[in-house]
């Protein structure tokens, strides 16, 4: 069983950047597929980046490749989500993932959820 703690939430101005972290208990951490949803009001939760076991392979949304960076430490079992360039519509509850399916870009395809962390841009 997987447990997950997200930290890192804050309320920045657009144009900034954030660091989530995501701290991980569990026996199956260095096999999991990490990943990192969000969900804004009102829509439905939504992939953000993914990244597999060994860390090397990431596949991100359309809407952050370039801005966001995702990476994991298999020996402090975290995994983080760099973002950049951050604007409004980044703004929402991001929930570190975990489970065992590539690619996991589906809500679907996730066994364990954290419990969320709020990030919100002001424009």
């Known amino acids: 069983q997987e447990h997950l703690v997200e930290s890192g939430g804050a309320l920045v101005q657009a144009g900034g950047s954030l660091r989530l972290s995501c701290a991980a208990s569990g026996r199956f951490f260095s096999r999991a597929v990490m990943g990192w949803f969000r969900q804004a009001p009102g829509k439905e939760r939504e992939f953000v980046g993914g990244i597999m076991g060994s860390g090397g392979m990431t596949d991100y949304a359309d809407s952050v490749k370039g801005r966001f960076t995702i990476s994991r430490d298999n020996v402090k079992n975290a995994v983080y989500l760099q973002m950049n360039s951050l604007q409004a519509e980044d703004t929402a509850v991001y929930y570190c993932?975990?489970?065992?399916?590539?690619?996991?870009?589906?809500?679907?395809?996730?066994?364990?959820w954290g419990q969320g962390t709020q990030v919100t841009v002001s424009s």
């Open positions: 993932a975990a489970g065992f399916r590539w690619p996991m870009t589906e809500a679907q395809f996730v066994n364990y």
